[in-house]
Nanobody, 121 residues
Framework: VQLQASGGGLVQTGGSLRLSCAASGRTLISYNMGWFRQAPGKEREFVASISRSGISTNYADSVKGRSTITRDNAKNTVYLQMDKLKPEDTAVYYC???????????????WGQGTQVTVSS
């Protein structure tokens, strides 16, 4: 499966963005999905995950209450709505697909190219 992340950009503190991850090559319903991010000089970290059905979701404490992960299997797309953005949310955001739902990056088999999110103070 090929993943294409989009929707990043420059936003002010307190603003919102919706990231999208479009899949091709295989239907998305075959996979659990995750979003990760990596800031300059830091390791890649878990942001959110969603099960194949969309029923189960999980969030990092740093984004809980400010972000919502959803999926539209008919459109083969996963979304990450991020609200009340903070400068510390600045990072490259990656979507990932895997057979298990997890918070660790090595559990995911396929990765998108990343989309830059920059939050200005």
């Amino acid at each position: 499966v090929q993943l294409q992340a989009s929707g990043g950009g420059l936003v002010q503190t307190g603003g919102s963005l919706r990231l999208s991850c479009a899949a091709s090559g295989r239907t998305l319903i075959s996979y659990n999905m995750g979003w990760f991010r990596q800031a300059p000089g830091k390791e890649r970290e878990f942001v959110a995950s969603i099960s194949r059905s969309g029923i189960s979701t999980n969030y990092a404490d740093s984004v809980k209450g400010r972000s919502t992960i959803t999926r539209d299997n008919a459109k083969n797309t996963v979304y990450l709505q991020m609200d009340k953005l903070k400068p510390e949310d600045t990072a490259v955001y990656y979507c990932a697909a895997g057979s298990t739902i997890a918070t660790i990056s090595r559990a995911y088999d396929y990765w998108g190219q990343g989309t830059q999110v920059t939050v200005s103070s």
